[in-house]
């Protein structure tokens, strides 16, 4: 496969075909040919071509589920000798020992020491429903608190959590009740205009006054089951908290007996420099969801949760696909790929960082560059000292770099994400970098104008 982005008439003439039927057979949802108008037919690492053969460097991961990049030669090998064995036995009804090994690499990360257990799933939002049955049913409390920007999935429980954009509960109201949004500490944007970069436990203590002084006075805490939480919420704009705020929370809860559960879908499995993302803070939660990236590619996603906190008796919950054994042969390969790339993650995560810094510097309409390992965001905005959101120099943004062989997808209001796979090189970096340049000053103009 060619290895350098090369892109002609975008969408191609086969590509324009797809599509034409694809509008008259597939459900419209969140596709988006105006400004990713690609439809992919392989990929190998970070490399994409295209159904006319236009290749792509890949900053998307696939939607960060891609974490060893397109087609990793051991997942495919994993998953071919699991295929020819067993393609499916119901995980939830029976034992499989598959199930064991990666529960087993899961809990050799889990962050409260000995014991613990895992619940596999299928996509994140089931993670997400999981959790707030599992809380309800071990605290025998229905109320929840969760942060605005927010993104724990789409179906109807999961989706009264998830507070990223409008558009995502627009006709659906009611969904669950009981669930109360509070800011997240923001520290590029928040309700007290307070720059969190330098005053970081100022705004810490903001947000843990309002849940303590607004949010308890009409939610009696000790009715509220859990809090659900990002570790750097993703969908919402990658946004990273201040280090103190998650021993803060994890004081609050423990104070009330609320469970702690951080949504680790996006962000866990190594994309930032640590396996859970939430390592990073020195606190622990009670449940951990992650998705994405574990299953290589294939539907996998679940909570390792610390003993006592889940099911005691056999019957409470159940699910045919839940743990598929093929993606859990992926899980496994991905798992220990993950672990063994942490360094590589951390030290290339900061190159990534000092080059989007680089390429961002004397623009002030990037208003933001922020991130941890690789899990990286420009925020764009139309005037730095406002800093009012500019999504549509965001949407052209990414329409150019596309249109320059570079994937990247947008997050929050008006950010773009740059989450290249873990064991992406320098090299690609660099080809990343010069796409951007050149979009950023197409878009923006030239550097300093
Ligand atoms: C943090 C987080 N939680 C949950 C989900 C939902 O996952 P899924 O799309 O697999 O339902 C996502 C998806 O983007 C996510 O980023």
């Not at 006054?209 to 939480?229: M, Q, T």
């Not at 045919?320 to 496994?332: H, K, S, W, Y």
Request: hydrophobic share 40%; net charge negative; aromatic share 10%.
């Amino acid at each position: 496969m060619e290895k350098r982005p090369r892109v002609g008439e975008l969408p191609g003439p086969r590509a324009r075909e797809i599509a034409g039927e694809a509008q008259r057979l597939i459900a419209p949802l969140t596709q988006d040919m105006e400004h990713l108008p690609i439809i992919p037919e392989r990929g190998e690492g970070p490399w994409l071509v295209d159904v006319d053969g236009n290749v792509f460097l890949d900053f998307s991961s696939g939607f960060a589920v891609s974490s060893l990049g397109h087609a990793h030669p051991r997942i495919v090998e994993a998953v071919k000798r699991q295929a020819e064995k067993l393609l499916h036995f119901p995980l939830h009804d029976f034992y499989l020992e598959q199930a064991n090994r990666v529960a087993s690499k899961l809990l050799a990360h889990n962050p409260w020491g000995d014991g613990g257990r895992v619940l596999f799933q299928n996509s994140g939002a089931e993670a997400s429903e999981v959790a707030m049955k599992m809380a309800k049913h071990v605290r025998g409390r229905a109320r929840f608190l969760a942060f605005y920007g927010a993104f724990h999935g789409r179906t109807q429980g999961a989706l009264s959590l998830t507070a990223s954009k409008w558009a995502q509960q627009a006709g659906y109201f009611p969904t669950v009740p009981g669930v109360v949004h509070v800011p997240y500490p923001n520290p590029y944007r928040n309700p007290w205009g307070i720059d969190g970069y330098e005053e970081p436990d100022e705004l810490v203590s903001r947000v843990i006054s309002f849940i303590e002084d607004l949010v308890f006075r009409n939610n009696p805490p000790h009715e509220i089951a859990a809090v659900f939480f990002e570790p750097i919420q993703g969908e919402g704009g990658y946004i990273v908290p201040p280090s103190g705020f998650f021993r803060e929370l994890r004081r609050l809860a423990d104070a009330h007996g609320i469970l702690l559960v951080d949504d680790e879908i996006q962000m866990g499995l190594g994309r930032t420099g640590r396996f859970w993302a939430i390592e990073h803070y020195g606190t622990a939660p009670d449940y951990i969801l992650f998705g994405k990236a574990v299953g290589g590619g294939l539907p996998l996603s679940g909570i390792v949760y610390k003993e006592g906190m889940g099911y005691s008796e056999y019957g409470y919950h159940s699910s045919t696909f839940g743990g598929n054994i093929v993606a859990l042969a992926a899980a496994e390969i991905v798992i220990g790929e993950a672990e063994r790339l942490l360094p590589h993650v951390e030290e290339t995560g900061r190159y990534l960082g000092r080059r989007l810094r680089e390429v961002a510097e004397g623009r002030d309409k990037v208003g933001d560059v922020r991130g941890l390992g690789l899990a990286w965001a420009l925020e764009f905005v139309r005037n730095p000292r406002s800093k009012e959101p500019d999504p549509e120099a965001r949407d052209r943004f990414i329409k150019e770099a596309v249109r320059r062989g570079l994937i990247l997808i947008g997050c929050g209001d008006s950010a773009v994400r740059f989450i290249p796979p873990l064991n992406v090189g320098r090299e690609e970096i660099d080809t990343a970098m010069d796409i951007v340049e050149k979009a950023l000053d197409h878009v923006l103009g030239p550097r300093g104008g």
